[in-house]
């Protein structure tokens, strides 16, 4: 089935601190895993994606691993600012004639000043 | 560039009455995809369109359905609207395959039904 959970719901940090957010996909065809940050009044914009052959992807402060095994993903935020407050979405897409992409619920991220 | 444009961003309704949402993709992206947000329920996908065509449906009611020109800007319908169909309604654009590229969103619709 297609299905996307998302953990925490809700993530409070300090500033400086790191915050971690995790995904779990069900469909074991999915091949593309974005990440998209969505801030108040606006729609989300996408801020870092991985595909299946590849383990983990960097983008400054901003890391995302897969383990494809597990049907895992997740999302490093480090050295947080206030402006990474936002509400984040973990994703799933697969390369088929199906095409669309499945967003688990959001998780909304605080970084506390 | 001009970015995803979707009109009207904030609209009222009643009970079963209709709406009419519009979404103008990037220049150049002809895969338009629309979704419902609300508090809780994330992003909860109600259709794809590329070249005018259909290609993928979400789990919403028939009430719900929309079409794409050819100019691929899209519209999307909900009849007799109940207060549940209440949210935002997102829409996205790319150039070919949205289930491996970036989505680029507009900022919404945003209806409220009374």
């Known amino acids: 089935g297609e299905n996307v959970e998302q953990h925490p719901s809700t993530l409070s940090v300090q500033e400086g601190d790191s915050a971690v957010i995790k995904c779990t996909y069900s469909?074991?065809?999915?091949?593309?895993f974005p990440w998209y940050k969505q801030e108040l009044g606006k729609g989300p914009q996408l801020i870092i994606d991985?595909?299946?052959?590849?383990g983990e992807k960097k983008d400054q402060r901003i890391a995302v691993t897969l383990n494809k095994t597990a049907k895992h993903f997740s999302l490093h935020i480090t050295e947080t600012q206030p402006e990474d407050s936002a509400v984040y979405f973990c994703?799933?897409?697969?390369?088929?004639?199906?095409?669309?992409?499945?967003f688990g619920p959001g998780t909304s991220l605080s970084v506390i000043p | 560039k001009a970015g995803v444009t979707q009109t009207p961003r904030y609209l009222i309704k009643t009970r079963g009455q209709q709406v009419t949402l519009s979404c103008s993709p990037i220049?150049?992206?002809?895969?338009v995809s629309w979704y419902q947000q609300t508090p809780g329920q994330g992003l909860q996908f109600l259709f794809e369109y590329f070249s005018e065509t259909q290609r993928n449906k979400g789990n919403f009611p028939g009430r719900f359905s929309g079409r794409q020109f050819s100019n691929s800007r899209s519209e999307m319908n909900v009849s007799t609207l109940e207060l549940g169909d209440s949210a935002l309604y997102l829409c996205a654009s790319t150039q070919i395959r949205a289930s491996t590229g970036e989505l680029f969103f507009g900022e919404g619709s945003r209806l409220t039904v009374l």
């Open positions: 994703a799933q897409g697969r390369k088929t004639s199906y095409d669309k992409v499945i």
């Open positions: 991985i595909r299946s052959n590849v």
């Open positions: 469909d074991s065809a999915s091949n593309y």
């Open positions: 220049s150049g992206h002809r895969s």
